[in-house]
């Protein structure tokens, strides 16, 4: 509204043959009131803008760092996750072995000392296997 006024009052002082004798300073008082509102509206909007700026910047700061821990949570949990896996194929090979051992089927050394000791044998030298493929690639 200053910025409008102060257009107007500064129109009106530049045609001041139109203006009678008496009014001439009034209008340029008003003319240079409305500028200086004007220019202190400015000002202030200028400002405000700033703040605007600082909050925004501050938020998107805030947003950053949040993102950032989220990001680090989710890689930890993978790294977990990856551990957890491991140690469950280790787990799964001799439930399989003797899930397949203990069927009442006949196999190659059923019923003897050496079926007993065979599939312990491969019972833990896949786990060992699984162990040191594991520890090569990190996840244990």
Same mark, same amino acid.
């Given at each position: 509204m200053a910025t409008h006024s102060a257009a107007t009052y500064r129109g009106m002082a530049r045609r001041i043959r139109s203006i009678p004798e008496p009014e001439r300073p009034l209008v340029a008082d008003l003319a240079d009131r409305f500028e200086m509102v004007r220019s202190m509206a400015d000002g202030q909007r200028e400002f405000l803008h700033g703040v605007i700026e600082f909050y925004? =910047? !501050? =938020?998107s700061t805030h947003l950053t760092v949040a993102a950032e821990k989220l990001a680090s949570t989710s890689v930890r949990q993978?790294?977990?996750? !990856?551990r957890i896996t491991a140690w469950v194929a280790i787990?799964?090979?001799p439930t399989a072995v003797t899930g397949f051992f203990g069927q009442n089927v006949r196999?190659?050394?059923f019923g003897e000392t050496a079926g007993f000791v065979t599939s312990t044998v491969i019972i833990v030298a896949i786990a060992i296997v699984l162990y040191v493929v594991f520890r090569i690639k990190n996840w244990l």
């Open positions: 925004q =910047t !501050r =938020t993978n790294d977990d996750m !990856r787990i799964a090979v196999y190659p050394g």
